[in-house]
């Protein structure tokens, strides 16, 4: 006897049999206990989820001597024909090469002969959808008034394309994807009656493969019973490599370098994965699909049901994303479907994925929303702070004027503070009208705030410093900015050290150059730029810088000569002689505009 193909011969015979279909089987035998039989079925589905199986069972239920029953006795002349398919009253077409209008005018001839030994004559067309338009017109009339002994069931993959006519004259069932639990179950069965020694991880690696197909998911198990044939066992190992399927060690190994930042494992597994030969491409789908498995186990307990995975890969998922924030986990997503298209479509796909990897491994991690809006809250906080802080002071100048401790030098204390300075003026040589005294000079400052008593602060803080009309508190004194120098260069030079203070080493390290009122920093292209751009920005930076430079009108940062791209060199240049003034006022007085610009400094 010739050998039969797993899927053929584990096929099943009534609706009993069917797996993952429960809601056609449901309709079907509650329609065949009431007689409320249809003269046409649409039966549309995926391939391999059993919608010929169903036809076949239909045929035989309503043709079973016992009948029309929905458990058929599987013994009577009309089940055993129809189970080895030479039943004369089950007529079965090929759709796809019996298109025409004459073989449905032959099919319209042939409708009006009895059947010759069950109740109905069934004609069962598979791949209805490849019917042409004028054979789908020709059968309208046959379909929708049918002789009562003939029932039609259609059968097809791809619905849409069945005109809306046919459509309304059958009573149609869709058969869903088989769901992997009812594939693994029913794997595990056909392996034990083959004598094949398979673990349920295997198994579940057979029915994934068969993407919810039963016939697809049983022929790959047939594919693994031959090769284990030998001995009778079938080890995960042996599956993955039948099936050119990779290993989900190396998936798992993947994902972890990823979230751990570990661009050597992530390596390590392409460089294995391309080792065995498999496709990048396909590699890159299943690390989507895992990616999908752990954003539900770390989303929440009622989303890991979801998750089409053994327990020991549920554990061992759930220990790797521990503590990672479901947000990473979807951004690491999104960019790996990226990635997946580039690799699909790549000549070289091993590069493309491991560049993709020194891309991902070493990205910083992205900063919360939360995180950045209580930053600005706090920066307006300070802000309004810093606002409030000349009315407070003036305040505690008239208090503190009113009160003992007016001044914290070692004078006296005096029942009213001069209108002057406390430093008398220097006296005036003896011109014919003299000047008065000026009492807020900056250089007559720096001493008083310098001649300060160690007197102790009051309970509510630091009384302010009287300095003729100035007061400075003690937390101002530690942000100021170093006095402006008469050379701008050399207040950068002095400005250095306060700004790696604050933590911007970036902007310290910047070479200062002078061009009119405009203060050049020069650094080199790309990060260290962008980085020193955005510490410019910060407020408390823009302080010192305003308070360094006094007569700089405008603070720029620019490439250093050799870092930028021929690019940024010429949008620099173009946008400083644009800024330049002496060019301002030709380009206005003439009405003209900037051709092109060539840098005669280098």
Wanted: proline content about 10%; aromatic content about 4%.
């Amino acid at each position: 006897m010739s050998y039969l193909a797993i899927a053929r011969k584990y096929r099943p015979a009534t609706f009993a049999d069917m797996v993952g279909q429960e809601h056609v089987v449901r309709t079907l035998e509650n329609a065949l206990r009431s007689g409320r039989i249809h003269h046409a079925y649409l039966f549309c589905g995926a391939r391999g989820v059993g919608k010929t199986t169903a036809a076949r069972a239909l045929a035989k239920a309503l043709n079973c001597d016992q009948g029309p029953t929905p458990t058929p006795c599987g013994t009577c002349g009309s089940c055993v024909e129809i189970s080895a398919g030479t039943s004369p009253d089950l007529v079965e077409i090929d759709g796809a090469s019996n298109n025409s209008v004459e073989d449905v005018r032959e099919l319209r001839e042939t409708v009006n002969y009895a059947p010759t030994r069950g109740r109905y004559k069934v004609y069962l067309v598979d791949e209805v959808h490849m019917l042409s338009k004028a054979a789908f017109n020709a059968l309208l009339k046959t379909l929708e008034e049918p002789p009562p002994h003939v029932v039609f069931i259609f059968a097809t993959t791809e619905p849409n394309r069945i005109l809306d006519t046919i459509l309304s004259r059958v009573q149609r069932f869709d058969f869903k994807r088989i769901p992997l639990s009812a594939t693994v179950e029913r794997l595990g069965q056909i392996a034990a009656q083959e004598g094949l020694e398979v673990s349920e991880h295997a198994l579940r690696m057979i029915a994934r493969a068969g993407e919810g197909s039963m016939r697809d998911a049983q022929s790959l198990l047939d594919k693994v019973v031959s090769v284990s044939a030998a001995d009778g066992a079938a080890s995960d190992a042996l599956v993955a490599e039948t099936l050119g399927l990779v290993d989900r060690g190396l998936l798992l190994d993947f994902v972890g370098g990823l979230l751990r930042g570990d661009p050597a494992a992530c390596l390590e597994s392409i460089a294995q994965v391309y080792e065995y030969g498999h496709e990048l491409s396909e590699f890159t789908a299943e690390l989507l699909e895992l990616l999908r498995h752990a954003t539900f186990v770390r989303l929440s307990a009622e989303a890991a049901r979801h998750v089409d995975l053994s327990e020991d890969e549920v554990v061992r998922l759930r220990e790797l994303v521990e503590g990672v924030p479901v947000d990473v986990l979807t951004r690491t997503f999104h960019a790996l479907l990226d990635v997946h298209d580039q690799v699909s479509r790549a000549s070289r796909p091993r590069i493309v994925l491991e560049m993709a990897v020194a891309r991902l491994a070493t990205v910083r991690p992205v900063e919360p929303v939360s995180a950045l809006l209580q930053r600005l809250e706090d920066l307006e906080r300070r802000l309004r702070t810093q606002g409030a802080a000349p009315a407070q002071r003036s305040g505690q100048r008239n208090a503190f004027r009113d009160s003992p401790r007016t001044s914290r030098t070692p004078s006296p204390p005096r029942p009213t503070p001069p209108p002057v300075a406390i430093a008398p003026p220097p006296p005036a040589p003896p011109p014919p009208a003299p000047e008065p005294p000026r009492a807020q000079q900056p250089p007559a400052r720096r001493p008083a705030r310098q001649q300060r008593a160690p007197e102790p602060p009051p309970d509510d803080g630091p009384p302010p410093i009287e300095d003729g009309d100035l007061y400075v508190t003690a937390a101002e004194e530690e942000h100021e900015a170093p006095p402006p120098a008469a050379d701008p260069v050399d207040a950068w030079d002095r400005l250095r050290p306060r700004l790696e203070e604050l933590g911007h080493e970036r902007l310290a390290r910047a070479e200062a150059t002078l061009r009119g009122t405009t203060l050049f920093l020069a650094l080199p292209s790309g990060a260290p730029l962008a980085r020193a751009r955005r510490s410019r920005d910060v407020p408390e930076v823009q302080g010192l810088l305003r308070g360094a430079f006094p007569h700089v009108e405008a603070i720029e940062l620019v490439p250093m000569a050799g870092t930028a791209s021929p690019e940024e060199a010429m949008r620099a240049l173009r946008k400083e002689a644009l800024d330049d003034p002496d060019c301002k006022r030709i380009i206005a007085r003439l009405g003209a505009e900037l051709e092109s610009v060539t840098s005669l400094r280098d």
